[in-house]
């Protein structure tokens, strides 16, 4: 294989992430293949310990594999140094952290404007792409707040919010619910929801089966492999086949 077709957003080949802790040789991930194309809604599943977020830290860029190769936007780059990675992670892809991860003295509207300032995005436009991505996330009336304002939901809305701001190719979203009560999770859930249906390709960590239950795969990872992968029939479809 020496690309990845026209539709794959994404495509992983025999891809192995082993660790050394000491004399042991720790296999985090151990020949995973993964191909998502655009507009795919991906739920990853499985144990601790399986390799899931070692498998969202390599495919996000936040780490390199040890074997295998990796695609992005047909792009290899599991071949790339970790200048051209950096780039990559700044405008092909948006983060969503379960601790948030803002910063504290910071408003909203600074917090979403973080990768802009990164990349070099001149004040004026980056004033307007925050303010966009905030407005999507029905949140613009909290622009001047800092995080100490807000709720939790909120607070993962401006997460949010910040993913999208570069308009990237994918949003991986790391146990996005993880520190929410269910009825906020419900209206984080809803956010993503809408933002698939915009048209937006979304990888969804998770261990929880009702928020898995949003996406239209999923893939269950047990020990370094894909265990599962099974495309989810959602109420929409089921109810257009019957």
């Not at 792009?75 to 051209?84: A, H, T």
């Not at 599962?228 to 929409?236: F, P, S, V, Y």
């Amino acid at each position: 294989m020496t690309g990845s077709s026209d539709q794959s957003l994404i495509k992983v080949q025999g891809l192995t992430k082993i660790y050394q802790m000491g004399t042991e040789e720790i296999r985090a991930l151990d020949g995973v293949d993964l191909e998502v194309e655009r507009n795919e809604y991906l739920a990853i599943m499985g144990p601790s310990g399986s390799g899931k977020s070692t498998l969202m830290n390599l495919i996000g860029c936040l780490d390199t594999p040890t074997s295998g190769q990796y695609w992005l936007n047909g792009r290899e780059v599991s071949q790339l140094d970790d200048d051209e990675l950096a780039f990559v992670r700044n405008h092909e892809i948006g983060f969503v952290f379960q601790t948030f991860n803002l910063l504290p003295r910071a408003t909203a509207l600074r917090n979403v404007e973080l990768p802009l300032v990164y990349g070099g995005t001149p004040s004026e436009q980056r004033m307007e792409m925050a303010h966009a991505a905030l407005r999507a996330v029905d949140l613009e009336d909290r622009a001047d707040h800092r995080p100490s304002e807000l709720s939790g939901g909120q607070r993962q809305r401006v997460a949010i919010a910040r993913a999208l701001v570069n308009r990237p190719s994918i949003i991986l979203a790391d146990e996005p619910t993880g520190n929410l009560d269910s009825k906020t999770s419900s209206e984080i859930m809803v956010v993503l929801d809408r933002l698939h249906s915009e048209g937006n390709t979304i990888l969804l960590v998770t261990h929880e089966i009702d928020i898995a239950a949003h996406a239209n795969r999923e893939v269950h990872l047990l020990d370094g492999r894909v265990e599962r992968d099974a495309r989810i029939t959602t109420r929409a479809e089921a109810g257009s086949a019957s």
